[in-house]
């Protein structure tokens, strides 16, 4: 869908604190201020005004050219660099000025079927879909490049060849190979380090996520990562995992393990017969998942969304997605009434993040 202008998007929501950080990374994950009850938010639900949680918000429109058009996607394909945007395969300042489209499409050696994620590290641009490659500052391959599919090392799951989560984290680079582990990397594209986040009894030969989700994030210095299995928010080290938070939710608000695990079989079921009675709609309807969690000097937001499959096809309305966030210094976990914040610093009717 290339007839689409992808124009405007909100980049950043400024915190009102200019705290430092240094007291947040090192805390004591067995400390109760360090467990966000979101189950708290849903019976505390408030229309929440813009100013109450913001200075400021910046907008980027990216420059639209023949070059540079795209089709509808998704939030989680957007990443960020000191001095670069990134979204699909191609990278914009912070300006908005189109710099180019750093990984190419096609068969050849430096070349991606399907595209891949781009990040900036040292003055070098990596990209990650089939392959690793590295590019110099103008884009071009410099030679070096590892293909993922020559390897077999990372089990039966394809989601480290063509998921989306890839970052680096001082020299090394991190991949998360969904559900269970992160990979770490070194420049020559070599694998150095691992960390198990859950331990499923079992995993099926094929495994989709629903519904769009982020899974790393940024704020200052720290890349964070969420783990949907153990409920926990990490920081992310160059070899390793720092828990954070424990985010407390409820099962019976929470979409279940087993169907994140399994939903491209409990589709296909549904699709086969009776989609009402079908063991995917009574699994997952009206359950809600964390899309994503992003930190501010004073704020936990998360993302969220309810959860009906096949909402159209079954003659329903999809619900709209909305924010759940935590005060870090009260420790209180507030649902916001409606798709988002009470605009009152720009005049929109409402904003989300």
């Known amino acids: 869908m290339h007839n689409y202008i992808f124009a405007l998007f909100i980049v950043s929501i400024m915190s009102c604190s200019s705290e430092s950080r240094k007291t947040s990374a090192h805390m004591d994950s067995n400390k109760l201020n360090n467990i966000i009850d979101l189950t708290a938010g849903f019976e505390n639900i408030q229309l929440i005004k813009l100013s109450k949680i913001a200075d400021n918000v910046t907008f980027i429109p990216f420059e639209t050219k023949p070059a540079s058009l795209q089709g509808q996607g998704q939030n989680s394909l957007i990443s960020f660099s000191p001095n670069y945007i990134f979204y699909y395969n191609m990278a914009y300042d912070w300006e908005g000025n189109y710099f180019g489209t750093i990984v190419k499409r096609g068969q050849g050696r430096f070349e991606e079927a399907e595209g891949g994620t781009i990040i900036l590290n040292n003055g070098l641009f990596y990209s990650k879909g089939s392959k690793f490659i590295e590019y110099d500052i103008t884009g071009k391959p410099t030679g070096k490049v590892r293909n993922l599919y020559a390897t077999r090392e990372f089990g039966t799951s394809d989601f480290l060849r063509r998921g989306s989560s890839f970052t680096s984290v001082g020299a090394n680079f991190v991949v998360y190979d969904f559900p269970t582990t992160l990979y770490y990397f070194d420049r020559n594209f070599e694998t150095i380090a691992s960390r198990v986040v859950y331990v499923p009894y079992s995993l099926p030969t094929r495994i989709a996520s629903i519904g769009e989700g982020k899974y790393i994030s940024f704020y200052k210095e720290n890349v964070l990562f969420y783990s949907f299995f153990n409920e926990t928010i990490f920081y992310v080290t160059d070899t390793s995992l720092e828990p954070q938070w424990i985010v407390n939710f409820d099962e019976q608000l929470r979409l279940p393990k087993q169907v994140m695990l399994n939903s491209f079989y409990l589709l296909r079921g549904a699709l086969s017969g ?16 964390i899309i ?30 909305y924010i759940i966030y935590y005060d870090k210094a009260t420790g209180k976990t507030t649902r916001v009434k409606g798709k988002g914040f009470e605009d009152d610093i720009l005049g929109f009717p409402v904003l989300a993040i």
Not at 283 to 289: E, R, Y
Not at 302 to 307: C, D, L
């Open 292 to 321: 994503a969690c992003y930190e501010t000097d004073k704020y936990m937001f998360f993302n969220m969304t309810e959860i009906i499959q096949l909402a159209e096809v079954r003659g329903k309305t999809p619900p709209d997605p």
């Open 274 to 289: 009776r989609i009402e009675s079908s063991e995917l709609v009574q699994l997952t309807d009206h359950k809600h998942k």
